[in-house]
């Protein structure tokens, strides 16, 4: 674990912690990863550390925006540790997969709202749906039997 997480916790004013510094190492390893997988994976590093703590991390974490959480609707939350540049998300409906998509127009917020209603708009959510193309191969090999398609 390198210093850099030191320099970036203590720059938000977040004591440095062992919990802290694995979390942060495993959403650099792990991008999009959800709670369980955090918790498995510093569980295994850390093994006196309770769910209940590697909780209390990301929600520190998150708040002090060293790490986005990401919930495209019905999912479950999962984290990562690319942050600040506004960038978006392709989400595969058949098996979860979510990819970085760079932000639209280069910077944030790279979409303009039709009426910001006088909000001072700094960030943009964009999550596009669709069929990752790992799924989309295997729909074609395994065309679904119940019904045909046209
Ligand atoms: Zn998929
Ligand atoms: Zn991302």
């Not at 006196?48 to 495209?72: C, N």
């Not at 942050?83 to 392709?90: R, S």
């Not at 303009?112 to 295997?138: H, I, K, L, Q």
Request: with cysteine; glycine share 6%; aromatic share 4%.
């Amino acid at each position: 674990m390198g210093s850099d997480f030191d320099t970036q916790l203590r720059e938000v004013s977040l004591r440095v912690t062992q919990p802290r510094l694995a979390v942060l190492a495993t959403l650099r390893d792990h991008p999009h990863i959800d709670t369980d997988s955090v918790f498995s994976l510093v569980r295994a590093e850390l093994p006196g550390v309770s769910r209940q703590a590697v909780y209390d991390v990301l929600h520190a974490l998150t708040q002090a925006r060293l790490i986005r959480r990401i919930q495209p609707a019905g999912a479950t939350a999962h984290y990562e540790s690319r942050v600040g540049d506004n960038h978006h998300h392709l989400v595969c409906r058949s098996c979860g997969g979510i990819v970085d998509v760079d932000c639209a127009v280069g910077h944030a917020p790279c979409l303009t709202a039709s009426d910001n209603n006088g909000f001072v708009v700094d960030e943009v959510e964009v999550v596009y749906w669709g069929t990752c193309p790992d799924c989309a191969a295997r729909s074609i090999a395994q065309p679904p039997s119940s019904e045909g398609k046209t």
